[in-house]
């Protein structure tokens, strides 16, 4: 919509541990993080989100891996936004649940699609490919709008490079809702800072992208560093 693309990144700590994870995410808001991404794994990390957004700035969004009740209880804890694959929630009334909560709050889901969690019937393209990575966001997205909710952001990951470019093209053109970007297991900050300057900068000088995220293993703080001169330049 012609907003600025935010810069994203998430916590390493573990969100339970709210002391450690209020300072790495403090030290991230001053180094010009603008939204945070936190793992809830666990009821206890989902309780810990209402004390952490009491101490915070940005916006806070809960990753949801498996348990479609870890969403509830951080929908319930104030959280944000969710990140979710739907496909891996499991049934649709599961899917529903979450949905029905987001919906009351009218927070964004992120409908997250990653190339290494593929559906096998979407290899029909030849193995894992940008356009099955693409067939497996959209399929997800109709899910959710049949639900009744659009309140969504797209989120496509792949370490292979130039499918991960591909695939942002791809769906750019089949789509409206704003696209959350990066390359996805980059590594270090060497050969992860090579990795997602090549992707996201093909993505992005496209005008591919509202919001971006470098991936890097160590200290996150170096994720915002990365991303801003990536913007910058």
């Given at each position: 919509?012609?907003?600025?693309?935010?810069?994203?990144?998430?916590?390493?700590?573990?969100?339970?541990?709210?002391?450690?994870?209020?300072?790495?995410?403090?030290?991230?808001?001053?180094?010009?993080?603008?939204?945070?991404?936190?793992?809830?794994?666990?009821?206890?990390?989902?309780?810990?989100?209402?004390?952490?957004?009491?101490?915070?700035?940005?916006?806070?969004?809960?990753?949801?891996?498996?348990?479609?009740?870890?969403?509830?209880?951080?929908?319930?804890?104030?959280?944000?936004?969710?990140?979710i694959n739907p496909g891996n929630i499991g049934s649709v009334?599961?899917?529903?649940?979450?949905?029905?909560?987001?919906?009351?709050?009218?927070?964004?889901?992120?409908?997250?699609?990653?190339?290494?969690?593929?559906?096998?019937?979407?290899?029909?393209?030849?193995?894992?490919?940008?356009?099955?990575?693409?067939?497996?966001?959209?399929?997800?997205?109709?899910?959710?709008?049949?639900?009744?909710?659009?309140?969504?952001?797209?989120?496509?990951?792949?370490?292979?490079?130039?499918?991960?470019?591909?695939?942002?093209?791809?769906?750019?053109?089949?789509?409206?809702?704003?696209?959350?970007?990066?390359?996805?297991?980059?590594?270090?900050?060497?050969?992860?800072?090579?990795?997602?300057?090549?992707?996201?900068?093909?993505?992005?000088?496209?005008?591919?992208?509202?919001?971006?995220?470098?991936?890097?293993?160590?200290?996150?703080?170096?994720?915002?560093?990365?991303?801003?001169?990536?913007?910058?330049?």
């Amino acid at each position: 919509g012609g907003n600025p693309i935010a810069i994203q990144s998430m916590t390493n700590t573990k969100t339970e541990d709210v002391k450690a994870t209020v300072e790495q995410i403090l030290r991230l808001e001053r180094a010009g993080c603008e939204i945070i991404r936190c793992t809830v794994p666990t009821l206890e990390a989902a309780a810990a989100i209402r004390e952490i957004k009491k101490q915070i700035h940005i916006p806070l969004v809960a990753d949801i891996h498996f348990d479609y009740r870890m969403a509830l209880a951080a929908i319930e804890n104030g959280a944000d936004k969710i990140r979710i694959n739907p496909g891996n929630i499991g049934s649709v009334e599961r899917v529903k649940a979450v949905v029905d909560a987001a919906k009351e709050r009218n927070i964004p889901i992120r409908v997250g699609v990653n190339s290494g969690s593929l559906e096998k019937p979407l290899e029909k393209y030849g193995g894992v490919t940008a356009e099955g990575i693409v067939e497996s966001a959209l399929d997800k997205v109709h899910m959710i709008e049949d639900l009744g909710y659009d309140n969504l952001v797209i989120s496509i990951k792949s370490s292979d490079v130039l499918m991960c470019v591909k695939a942002h093209e791809l769906l750019a053109g089949r789509t409206v809702y704003p696209l959350h970007v990066g390359i996805t297991e980059s590594g270090t900050v060497n050969s992860g800072n090579i990795k997602s300057a090549i992707g996201l900068s093909l993505i992005l000088s496209q005008g591919i992208g509202d919001t971006i995220r470098v991936s890097l293993t160590g200290d996150p703080v170096e994720e915002i560093k990365s991303a801003k001169l990536i913007l910058r330049t």
